[in-house]
């Protein structure tokens, strides 16, 4: 193995190692802030596979999009919501708890024995085709979402839209005017 091949594989352990430790901080945290933490880490673990795959661009969209506008806006919430958004305590009891989790268990070793032995049976080697040069280049990504990916590409952009507007009035919540309780607090009447 030459050194090249040793750094590749240890970046890419790197980004694996961020990705899955990310994504379980994040549903395994009680606190928002470690689970707006923890998204971000897999976050950046995809970033690093993205530049493994030569997708510098897809690498950058990552980050600019995800980390550095939906991990800001659910900070944003959280902090906005502060103490208020804690949630009272689970009446579920643990059984039921661990019986999903141990199902949920069950189901990853079985997939993932299912596709060792596929594996196993498989003779030959992959051989994976040659991708073509302008594959992953911003002008074809371009081209592809304005020319026939313009539709979801819009409606996308109303989604985002919808869940900044959501996030804000979670966020604000049922709120009195000031106003309202100064004067009823000095007793005046509302004409």
């Known amino acids: 193995m030459t050194k090249m091949q040793t750094l590749e594989w240890a970046f890419f352990a790197i980004a694996a190692l961020l990705t899955l430790g990310g994504a379980i901080a994040t549903v395994a945290t009680a606190r928002p802030i470690r689970c707006a933490m923890g998204l971000l880490t897999t976050i950046l673990g995809i970033c690093g596979c993205y530049l493994m795959l030569h997708a510098e661009f897809l690498a950058t969209i990552q980050l600019i999009v995800y980390a550095g506008a939906v991990v800001i806006l659910f900070i ?24 999903s ?12 024995g299912l596709m060792m032995r596929l ?19 911003i ?5 592809e979402l304005f020319t026939e990916k ?4 819009e409606l996308t952009g109303a989604l985002l839209l919808v ?5 804000l009035a979670v966020g604000r919540g049922k709120q009195t005017d000031p106003t309202r309780r100064l004067s009823e607090a000095n007793g005046e009447e509302e004409a």
């Open 163 to 167: 869940a900044v507007v959501g996030a």
């Open 150 to 153: 313009v539709i979801p590409f």
């Open 101 to 112: 989790a141990g199902i949920f268990l069950a189901c990853v070793l079985g997939a993932g």
């Open 119 to 137: 594996a196993a049976e498989k003779t030959k080697p992959l051989t994976v085709p040659a991708v073509q040069a302008s594959y992953g280049t």
């Open 139 to 143: 002008e074809k990504i371009g081209r």
């Open 76 to 99: 944003f919430v959280v902090m906005l919501l502060g103490s208020a958004a804690t949630s009272p305590a689970d009446g579920k009891p643990a059984f039921s708890r661990y019986l």
